[in-house]
């Protein structure tokens, strides 16, 4: 059965840094590429980045980029979304999702991908 499941969301100071992990099961990591989004309270879920089965990547999404980046590991199954000088907008609940080996054209939209994680929260308050 396949799974994705997020970890890492917290309660952050402006300017702070999180590191979010996106653990998989149930197929092989390197054969499905892995976007992230986000969704603040009473906003349309967005995409912010994916990051295809070779590791090549998309455009960030304009608000997060120089902030935040996009990792894998393979071996451990994992894709990582390292986000740094934290701001209040980007307080949300952050997803991650899993569609087969490369991002797909409108990787910014939701219904592109197959497989999602349940998403963790993230509030960037002081």
């Known amino acids: 059965q396949l799974q994705l499941v997020e970890s890492g969301g917290g309660l952050v100071q402006p300017g702070g840094s999180l590191r979010l992990s996106c653990a998989v099961s149930g197929f092989s990591l390197a054969s499905y590429a892995i976007g992230w989004f986000r969704q603040a309270p009473g906003k349309e879920r967005r995409g912010v980045v994916c990051?295809?089965?070779?590791?090549?990547?998309?455009p960030y999404l304009d608000s997060v980029k120089g902030r935040f980046t996009i990792s894998r590991d393979n071996a451990r199954n994992t894709v990582y979304l390292q986000m740094n000088s934290l701001k209040p907008e980007d307080t949300a609940v952050y997803y991650c999702?899993?569609?087969?080996?490369?991002?797909?054209?409108?990787?910014?939209?939701?219904?592109?991908?197959?497989?999602w994680g349940q998403g963790t929260q993230v509030t960037v308050s002081s």
């Open positions: 999702a899993a569609v087969a080996r490369s991002c797909p054209g409108f990787y910014w939209r939701s219904d592109e991908y197959n497989y």
């Open positions: 990051i295809n089965n070779s590791g090549g990547t998309t």
